[in-house]
């Protein structure tokens, strides 16, 4: 069946790092493009990051644009995210996606088919 697991969440300073990753299987990895989501608690879940299928093209949410990094290994089926000077408001649980449906960057949930269950980020001031 159709999994997406994200790991590389933690506690970290702020001004720190971390690495998501968001292993697929179960689908075509190489057919989806792939986008990070987050939650932060009593929020919406808002829109970080997009790569097309083959990795040639990103967006990223002007919130995180410069300092989150989005990236894509076909043949590991794994999508990245590499955050960077870590804010308080960073803050929140991190969800990755994958969207068939279009290889221009989306930032609307409902066009993304498959979702994982979430890694939690917790930026300390």
Excluded at 22 to 39: P, V
Excluded at 55 to 66: E, P, R
Excluded at 88 to 116: I, K, M, Q
Aim: net charge positive.
């Amino acid at each position: 069946q159709v999994q997406l697991v994200e790991s590389g969440g933690g506690l970290v300073q702020a001004g720190g790092s971390l690495r998501l990753s968001c292993a697929a299987s179960g689908f075509t990895f190489s057919s989806y493009a792939m986008g990070w989501f987050r939650q932060a608690p009593g929020k919406e879940r808002e829109f970080v990051a997009f790569i097309s299928r083959s990795g040639d093209y990103t967006f990223y949410a002007g919130s995180v644009k410069g300092r989150f990094t989005i990236s894509r290994d076909n043949a590991k089926n794994t999508v990245y995210l590499k955050m960077n000077s870590l804010k308080p408001e960073d803050t929140a649980v991190y969800f990755c996606a994958a969207t068939r449906l279009l290889n221009v960057p989306t930032t609307t949930r409902s066009h993304y088919a498959y979702w994982g269950q979430g890694t939690q980020v917790t930026v300390s001031s």
